[in-house]
């Protein structure tokens, strides 16, 4: 079952642009999480909000938390080439019997052009 | 040097057979995941294990099996009855359940 709906599907930037990638989920949740996965490899855990947090910054990386409306969204600030790749939210549902079992979005795949 | 592995990083099987595919950690964490990706899709949860000796199925458990006889190893076997087997297979732990979940760099499954 997908809760985390991303959009957009696709982002194409310039170098130095902001990015910003939104996720949507369904049920309420323990924390949420955004990972990176660069083409044809595993996933890089990028942030983990909780529940009862609003906003957090790691880097040029800023994710805000709306429970109210179920969304989240991450920000990558002054973008570089290298940042290209794939993002997927995952949500660990509340109800999901305290496993942290994660539910992934279908993710967002961000180009940067140099 | 810590980290999670995975083995091999391709393979390649005819319709019918069992296959096996590796996941060891020496991060010394308790959860381990298996998740199997689609091309252009999300992760899909197959089977995780909390604690040695102890594991539950995921969201697409169907044809597959898993052990955990030990803290360090997850092992994965895509039987001949999961349909469409073809896929990338990631593992992943975490040293609790309400952690991040840290990656293998995945396999390439092929059948044909």
């Known amino acids: 079952s997908q809760q985390g709906e991303e959009d957009p599907q696709a982002l194409s930037i310039q170098e130095g642009e902001n990015a910003t990638m939104n996720c949507s989920y369904k049920?309420?949740?323990?924390?949420l999480q955004w990972y990176r996965q660069n083409s044809g490899r595993g996933l890089v855990h990028l942030i983990l909000i909780r529940s009862n947090e609003r906003e957090k910054h790691s880097g040029r990386l800023r994710v805000t938390l709306d429970t109210s409306k179920k969304s989240s969204s991450l920000l990558i600030t002054a973008s570089r080439a290298a940042d290209t790749a794939s993002y997927f939210c995952?949500?660990?549902?509340?109800?999901?019997?305290?496993?942290?079992?994660?539910?992934f979005g279908q993710g967002t795949t961000l180009q940067v052009k140099p | 040097d810590g980290g999670i592995t995975q083995s091999p990083k391709y393979l390649f099987r005819k319709e019918g057979q069992n296959v096996t595919l590796s996941c060891e950690q020496n991060?010394?964490?308790?959860?381990m995941y298996w998740y199997r990706q689609d091309p252009g899709q999300g992760l899909r949860l197959i089977y995780y294990s909390q604690i040695v000796n102890d594991f539950q199925k995921g969201d697409i458990a169907e044809g597959y099996s898993v052990s955990r006889e030990k803290k360090e190893s997850f092992p994965l076997t895509v039987t001949s009855a999961q349909k469409n087997p073809t896929a990338f297979y990631l593992c992943?732990?975490?040293?609790?359940?309400?952690?991040?979940?840290?990656f293998g760099p995945g396999t390439r499954l092929t059948v044909t």
């Open positions: 995952a949500t660990d549902a509340v109800g999901s019997g305290n496993t942290g079992k994660l539910i």
């Open positions: 049920t309420s949740i323990n924390n």
């Open positions: 991060l010394n964490h308790d959860a």
């Open positions: 992943a732990s975490s040293p609790r359940k309400d952690r991040e979940q840290y």
